[in-house]
């Protein structure tokens, strides 16, 4: 149940071609996550919670309509309906020069890479989803690895070189997949007879 505080409803502005996206998913978060979506006219989402509504249900229809208007393809923002799955933005405004103009089309164009290498290769590594938008770097993926994703993307944009980026996100892998082998480890020792 939720508080009072939470029983108000959520109101999202979209982008009016993104509303048309939202529009024809409404039923499957509606029916998945408890609550109740209006597509208004002015290109307003707005999110009203059901009497049995968790405020976890509430969050993710909040976290996919937002994944949705930053870019994401329907079926990549729908995975924020599971519990490990998490949206991260990078507000690029906070990176930039403001009195360079062409600096936040350096930013942009040192995540996204020669033909796109840089995005597709921080997503394999880190098996997450990254848009990158006009003011924005969304990231879709479970904590752990956004966490990995993101701290690749700022190294970028911080200037590191693509090569040193890489090698830490092998690195990072290695380690992630190190300790899922302890963990894994660890579980089967209580297991034995």
């Known amino acids: ?31 998945d996550l408890n609550v109740k979506i209006a597509v208004t006219n002015d290109s307003s989402i707005i999110i009203e919670p ?8 509430l969050m993710k229809s909040k976290a996919i309509i937002e994944a949705i208007n ?48 840089a995005r597709k290769t921080i997503e394999e590594l880190t098996d997450t989803k990254i848009v990158i938008s006009n003011k924005c770097i969304a990231m879709i993926g479970n904590f752990e690895n956004v966490r990995a994703a993101r701290e690749a993307i700022e190294m970028l944009i911080r200037g590191r070189q693509h090569v040193t980026v890489y090698r830490w996100l092998q690195s990072w892998r290695r380690e992630l997949k190190r300790r899922r082998i302890e963990h894994m480890l660890r579980s089967e020792e209580f297991e034995l007879p």
């Open 70 to 117: 930053y870019g994401f393809q329907i079926e990549d923002a729908l995975l924020l309906k599971n519990d490990d799955y998490i949206l991260d933005v990078i507000d690029l405004r906070d990176y930039i020069d403001k009195s360079k103009t062409t600096h936040l089309a350096r930013i942009k164009g040192r995540v996204i890479g020669e033909n796109g290498k």
């Open 1 to 31: 149940m939720l508080s009072n505080y939470f029983r108000s409803k959520i109101v999202i502005n979209v982008d009016e071609n993104k509303a048309k996206y939202i529009s024809k998913i409404k039923s499957v978060i509606e029916r």
């Open 50 to 57: 059901k009497e049995d509504t968790r405020i976890d249900e």
